[in-house]
């Protein structure tokens, strides 16, 4: 059986997944978690040894459990790999990594954001990159750690991604793949290719940025030293992969015009397939994202919120402590039974309203001070209201994006959910409502590792395309129709949550 192996890095750990090239079922797969870290207030960083160690054993997981189905590491005709994105690890002249990786959620650098854009000039950076500078970005990061850590900047040579430096520890190439490239503020999302404006404008020698390769082009092998210690076979092609929701797009067929993908995982996206490099030019400054796709020569319009899975997961530690665990002796998902116990409150959770800006916000406000809250809480609100307000919250965040990305005049005929918020049928039917559109799901479970395989199978001549591995391999599995007669409570709801960011603003949204 010739298989495809896809690997996602993660925020909370590594998943490897072996898939079946014919018809994409899964044969087996692993998760291996790592720690997220919070040295102060705004900040997150992981160490990519913890990364390293997490993505050998789950791969090893994997072939194990695939050989036992009869599935051998001479099967696995490619290696694709997807990630988070906007992490910055810088290696030295020996490779070695020089500090622990500053990830997407980490909010230190607004000093530098506004540096940028003055440096740069705010029109000038959005056509050199398509995008503004923010606090999420790489390119900010790197500039923090060059003002604030001198001499760990000093012997950088190399700047990676995380999923990037996965493939470096895998093949020995240094490369940086180009959907997730688009999200460093340092490429010129038009053409494919590193900003000389840019790095030149903000003095970053351009020897620290690695070679740009496309998504479903073999960019390397598996190296001997990593088949003894995967148990993968040496000289297995390994494809350029993708940014996280590039892959998670891919995964789940959004691969054409019309199509769009929710996802719902620790940021919850609005992603729209897109033909052009379309910028958003309703205000000075972009709503949503513009970045290159997995897909070649085509882009996506995306918004993000940051705090979607996370605002649920904060819920489930803190409130939902009897749910959590109750996970724990039995294995009944905690979320579910959080999300079941939402169900018996009305739309609208009766006038109570959840901000979900627990770290910050990108799309619309671009507000890394951005800060969380009930609003609307009495005395009548129990605890079924402050879950169902989380979940509401969310889906208003999503139509936010959703909102934006329908304004710059993309005809959008189907959105795919993925992510573990859209396993919820609750949250699933909440998202409908609130957009007032159909939600389907499809058989890619395992959304970005079954997209980076997809695209190992491009780059490994198992497809002849990416549209091709997606018509064979992916298909429909539900449908979440919207209940139009709850349409009225949430229009009035959603112009609620609208007013609040901007009246709260003035007293929340600072420094801590």
């Known amino acids: 059986m010739q298989s495809l192996l896809g690997i996602d890095l993660g925020t909370t750990g590594v998943k490897a997944a072996l898939f079946a090239a014919e018809d994409g079922h899964v044969i087996a797969d692993a998760f291996v978690d790592y720690e ?21 054993s789950a791969i090893r997981s994997c072939l194990i459990e695939g050989a036992r189905l009869g599935v051998s590491a001479e099967d696995v005709r490619g290696l ?10 810088l290696l030295d002249s020996n490779q070695q990594v020089l500090r622990p990786c500053i990830i997407w959620a980490d909010q230190r650098s607004d ?7 003055e440096k740069v000039g705010a029109s000038k950076l959005i056509d050199y990159v398509s995008n503004p500078a923010l606090t999420g970005f790489s390119a900010p990061k790197l500039l923090w750690i060059r003002d604030n850590e001198p001499e760990i900047f000093a012997r950088a040579q190399t700047m990676l991604l995380p999923k990037d430096y996965i493939r470096y520890r895998l093949t020995g190439v240094l490369a940086m793949e180009i959907s997730d490239a688009a999200g460093t503020c340092l490429l010129d999302v038009k053409h494919g290719q590193w900003s000389q404006e840019v790095l030149t404008a903000l003095e970053l020698n351009p020897s620290l940025l690695p070679p740009v390769v496309p998504a479903a082009t073999a960019s390397g092998t598996i190296t001997a030293e990593v088949a003894d210690l995967t148990g993968l076979r040496q000289g297995t092609p390994v494809a350029g992969g993708g940014a996280d929701n590039a892959c998670g797009a891919v995964g789940n067929g959004v691969v054409e015009p019309g199509l769009a993908l929710v996802s719902i995982g620790t940021s919850g996206i609005v992603l729209a397939h897109a033909q052009s490099p379309q910028v958003d030019a309703s205000g000075p400054v972009p709503r949503v994202h513009t970045f290159n796709h997995a897909v070649p020569n085509a882009w996506y319009l995306m918004g993000v919120t940051q705090g979607a899975g996370l605002s649920f997961h904060w819920l489930r530690d803190n409130i939902g402590l009897p749910e959590h665990a109750l996970e724990r002796w039995t294995g009944i998902d905690s979320y579910e039974l959080l999300a079941r116990e939402a169900a018996g ?25 951005a800060r969380g809250g009930w609003i609307g ?3 009548s609100h129990d605890r079924r209201h402050l879950i169902r307000s989380v979940l509401e919250g969310v889906a208003f965040s999503l139509k936010d994006c ?30 409908a409502d609130v957009l007032g559109v159909e939600l389907v799901t499809t058989n890619a479970s395992e959304g970005p590792a079954f997209g980076a395989a997809l695209l190992a199978g491009v780059a490994g001549g198992v497809y002849a395309s990416v549209q091709e591995a997606c018509a064979q391999t992916v298909k429909i599995v539900s449908r979440t129709e919207p209940n139009t007669a709850l349409a009225p409570v949430y229009e009035q709801t959603y112009e609620v949550y ?9 007293i929340i949204s600072r420094p801590l």
């Not at 005049?409 to 795919?416: F, P, T």
């Open 36 to 56: 997220l870290y919070h040295p102060h207030p705004g900040w997150a960083e992981q160490q990519p040894a913890e990364w390293w160690q997490a993505t050998i």
């Open 80 to 89: 694709g790999l997807s990630g988070q994105m906007h992490g910055v690890v």
């Open 111 to 117: 000093a530098q954001c506004k540096w940028i854009t």
């Open 345 to 369: 409150v009305s739309a609208g959770s009766d006038g109570l309203v959840f901000l979900p800006y627990l770290q910050g916000e990108r799309t619309p406000h671009l507000d890394a001070y």
């Open 377 to 379: 809480l009495t005395a």
């Open 402 to 431: 959703y909102s934006i990305i329908r304004e710059q005049g993309l005809e959008l005929n189907q959105l795919r959910a993925t992510g573990g918020g859209a396993k919820s049928p609750i949250w699933r039917q909440i998202i």
């Open 498 to 506: 609208k007013a609040l960011y901007p009246a709260l603003k003035p």
